[in-house]
């Protein structure tokens, strides 16, 4: 396992173009992050800091950090089908399995890496939301700071789902920019099965709960929005606010299908591919 993880690391840090991505994409949420845990003086017209609003307690934070942490992911999904484009064009893929690697382990290299970046930036998103939480939060009590941590499960999960969807991309259309172009594809496609299904059952909790099943819906329920429940805090009479946010076995369940199957898809593509 080290092995093809050093091989996969060797290979992305000796390319430019990967190395600022993996730079940004690590490096633009903590900045965010961070930049909104102290004040800013609006033109000078009024001072804004959220840590005073009460959106950095615990055990809020984990929820509203690996929320707003995720919606950069978009920058690592394009390192992940970099590598598998950059493999064919650079004709590495056909060098590597010439000098002993075998597709298994060229397939397992690249999951192993995404396992690797998703779980050091689920660190650093705990350590940063730790920090800030210890320092705003009004409430320090060890059994609060915990008590919503699987956030970072369902952060940890979603990232790794996400990217080996991506990676089953760039296997299947070998193109950088055509397997992003089909994330967006699966996109509508997820849409118009969930208006499918609406038209079907005539209700919009059933196409829901049906769309909650497919790749994407199910990977960004595994962390709903946190807006909704932070206007639940400061208006708690109005019951209409109240959703379900948690992070659910189940959907941590489905998302881990997901990441078997295109992990599988992927090796059943370079196995029958004739390089």
């Known amino acids: 396992m080290l092995r093809l993880l050093q091989l996969e690391l060797q290979k992305l840090l000796l390319n430019k173009t990967s190395k600022v991505l993996i730079f940004i994409s690590f490096v633009l949420p903590f900045l965010v992050i961070l930049l909104s845990s102290i004040k800013i003086n609006v033109f000078g017209f009024f001072t ?35 590598m598998i484009g950059n493999e064919y064009s650079n004709k590495t893929l056909k060098q590597n399995l010439i000098d002993g690697l075998s597709k298994k382990e060229f397939i397992l290299s690249k999951f192993y890496t995404i396992i690797f970046f998703s779980l050091v930036s689920t660190i650093l998103i705990g350590l940063i939301s ?21 956030f970072l499960l369902g952060y940890f999960v979603k990232l790794v789902g996400f990217f080996s969807l991506c990676l089953f991309l760039g296997m299947l259309v070998k193109r950088s920019a055509f397997a992003l172009a089909f994330l967006f594809v699966l996109y509508i496609f997820e849409w118009l099965v969930f208006w499918g299904a609406y038209e079907a059952f ?39 606010l109240a959703y379900d946010y948690a992070v659910h076995w189940h959907e941590i369940v489905i998302v881990l299908g997901w990441t ?16």
């Open 130 to 150: 730790l920090c800030i939480g210890l320092f705003y939060s009004s409430y320090n009590e060890f059994g609060i700071i915990i008590q919503e941590m699987n």
């Open 48 to 82: 804004l800091e959220l840590g005073e609003l009460g959106v950095f307690n615990f055990p809020i934070i984990w929820h509203l950090t690996t929320f707003f942490a995720s919606q950069f992911k978009f920058f690592f999904a394009i390192v992940v089908v970099s």
């Open 260 to 275: 078997a199957l295109f992990i599988f898809l992927s090796y059943r593509l370079l196995k029958k591919r004739d390089l």
């Open 202 to 240: 005539g209700s919009t909790d059933s196409a829901f709960k049906l769309k909650n099943f497919l790749p994407l819906e199910s990977m960004y329920k595994l962390i709903d929005q946190p807006f909704q429940r932070i206007a639940m805090t400061k208006f708690p009479d109005k019951a209409e």
